[in-house]
């Protein structure tokens, strides 16, 4: 029902900085929360960062302090800045959003950290 696309993955060294965007099908205003998974290798998909409608924003213990989550309306995307990344937030990154019909996710971006 609704399309993910997801964008801005690839390499990038431990320390360094990396931005994902997410572009739904749909506008971002229309979601009751939208945020974004990872799922290593070997790993459960785990949540890492979110925004609900009620105006919270939500990180995983691991990013705390490290990413942001972030939309622009004008753009309709949602992005997750990724600061002071380490190897193992090596991961695909799923981005995902819920209405009142349900859950979608798009394909994922890889995100590899390594030097």
């Known amino acids: 029902q609704v399309q993910l696309v997801e964008s801005g993955g690839g390499l990038v060294q431990p320390g360094g900085s990396l931005r994902l965007s997410c572009v739904p099908s749909r506008s971002i205003l229309s979601f009751h929360d939208m945020g974004w998974y990872r799922q290593a290798p070997g790993k459960q998909r785990e949540l890492v960062a979110m925004?609900?409608?009620?105006?919270?924003?939500n990180y995983a213990d691991h990013v705390k302090g490290r990413f942001t989550i972030s939309r622009d309306t004008a753009r309709n995307t949602v992005y997750l800045q990724m600061n002071n990344v380490k190897p193992e937030d090596t991961a695909v990154y799923y981005c995902?959003?819920?209405?009142?019909?349900?859950?979608?996710w798009g394909q994922g971006t890889q995100v590899t950290v390594s030097s």
């Open positions: 925004f609900t409608r009620g105006g919270s924003t």
């Open positions: 995902n959003v819920r209405n009142v019909v349900g859950v979608s």
